[in-house]
């Protein structure tokens, strides 16, 4: 009989009390422990909005909320997530979603981006008013504009930065390309895709497109066009190449081509000055899943501002070269620089006023020391047309 008289049966909507929600339910049954709510069920806090037919949560009025059933929940400024059961913990701040058969779905409801997963997870601030992170986890994808899509075992998503990052993911282009890169970054408020892989970061803003065909190939050739920009760590730094137009990796033969935005040159920045070429070649090398540069091959109109010392970065020095094929061997530690037919390598060292004019030029570095040596025909001072040609590119 006392079991009976500890039942409280709430009709129509009814505002039940809660420390940290809003809750509002078409029915409720209370007992001792804890209170049953059915129907449509509201519940607010902060940024999220839920609603459900079925949520519980113990009498305790700060107690985490346990919600199935058609779970829906609004995340304010940002998207939906839909999914079959649902757990939220104001004490910790946090908030769990699984689903049994369909997986747990995210939209978002300002950029063309769609996320499903088994499970997601988020986090709040400490007063529950602000989303801090959220994440996807097992079975994860992403689907994104420009037919693009990720998928991995587990996804970070900045609400903040609105952006997506992957850990070991598949990039998937037009049904063809399946790419497994170390990491994999979605910007969708610059609208830029950055795929941690082969030399660094590399990313594509704007007007990003993304092509992939592996039918005749060992490995998908993907190619990315719009401003594209990449990102290699180094020893003293990272060196970074920007004004690309168009990337193309070819994972058959280790290679990453890129082209600048027409009329300009491709900029190399690097802890030891700055390169400009009209093209530039990247060969690569992958063992046991790491991804290192073998040699980078510049071509064009080659210019080289060198403004600190190789072998010791913090000293500064004034050297330019002009080439129009420079190879770099990051093996070896050597660089060789070609001219174009009927033309010279041109040298510059501003500090020790020596000139070299030369068939080609050899730098190496071996032990922590640097040789310079001309190969052909060299000359140890410029002709009046090729100071023209020097100061033309270096002193506009």
């Not at 610059?190 to 990313?203: A, H, R």
């Amino acid at each position: 009989m006392n079991g009976f008289f500890n039942l409280l049966f709430l009709a129509s909507t009814s505002l039940l009390p809660h420390d940290s929600f809003i809750i509002e339910a078409d029915k409720a049954v209370s007992t001792h422990e804890k209170l049953q709510l059915s129907g449509h069920v509201k519940i607010e806090s902060g940024p999220l909005t839920a609603e459900s037919t079925e949520a519980s949560y113990a009498q305790d009025k700060n107690s985490p909320l346990f919600l199935n059933v058609d779970v829906r929940l609004f995340i304010a400024n940002y998207g939906q997530i839909s999914c079959d059961s649902a757990f939220l913990d104001p004490a910790q701040h946090i908030a769990h979603f699984k689903s049994l058969t369909a997986p747990v779905t995210y939209k978002d409801i300002k950029n063309d981006l769609y996320v499903e997963a088994s499970k997601m997870a988020l986090s709040l601030s400490d007063n529950n008013q602000k989303l801090k992170s959220f994440t996807a986890h097992k079975n994860v994808k992403a689907f994104w504009k420009y037919g693009l899509s990720c998928e991995g075992e587990e996804a970070l998503f900045d609400p903040e930065n609105h952006t997506l990052m992957f850990l070991r993911p598949h990039i998937i282009a037009k049904d063809k390309m399946d790419v497994i890169c170390q990491k994999a970054f979605l910007d969708i408020k610059k609208n830029s895709l950055s795929l941690e892989n082969v030399t660094g970061c590399l990313e594509a803003l704007d007007n990003l497109h993304v092509v992939a065909d592996n039918l005749s190939y060992a490995a998908p050739l993907i190619t990315l066009t719009g401003n594209v920009s990449l990102s290699m760590p180094l020893k003293s730094g990272k060196a970074e190449l920007t004004s690309i137009h168009t990337c193309v990796v070819n994972e058959a033969l280790y290679t990453i081509h890129l082209q600048p935005i027409p009329s300009k040159y491709i900029f190399l920045k690097t802890p030891y000055g700055t390169v400009k070429s009209d093209s530039i070649d990247l060969l690569y090398q992958e063992n046991e899943g790491e991804y290192k540069i073998q040699k980078i091959i510049l071509k064009g109109a080659v210019e080289i501002t060198n403004t600190f010392s190789f072998k010791d970065p913090e000293t500064l020095v004034n050297r330019y070269a002009m080439a129009h094929i420079v190879e770099v061997d990051c093996f070896e530690k050597s660089i060789t620089l070609l001219p174009l037919e009927k033309q010279r390598v041109l040298f510059l060292d501003d500090e020790k006023k020596v000139q070299v004019s030369a068939d080609a030029l050899a730098v190496s570095y071996k032990e922590g020391e640097e040789k310079i040596s001309g190969k052909g025909a060299v000359r140890m001072l410029f002709t009046k047309s090729e100071s023209l040609r020097f100061s033309g590119c270096f002193y506009k």
